[in-house]
């Protein structure tokens, strides 16, 4: 499954991947949100899986889902309104670096 991205004018990208078909045919999907996406109110790239169970990519990168999104989940509730603690860059560093380090205990 190769993909590819697209720079558009807006320096915004287009994600895409490639599949090839048991038919012989390839087949281009797109994978980020589109405008029919936000009128539907769903966000595509949140539902996608773009390895399928079994395959060893699968079992490389999908155990690791659980621990990631209960960090995130953690991050999301440190900061007040979800509001980053420190107002320049290296005290924001400083306060990611803390909580990595606290979440590695």
Known sequence: MPGSDHKRAD???????DYALPSGLLHRER????????????????HL????????????????????????DTLDNLFYKGRMIAYFKETQDLAMLSFARSAMR
């Open 11 to 17: 320096a915004t990208f287009r994600w895409y991947a």
């Open 49 to 72: 899986q773009p390895f399928p169970k079994g395959t060893p990519e699968y079992e490389a990168v999908y155990h690791r889902r659980p621990d990631a999104e209960s960090l995130h």
């Open 31 to 46: 994978l980020d949100q589109t405008l029919e996406d936000v009128t539907a109110k769903f966000n595509l790239p949140e």
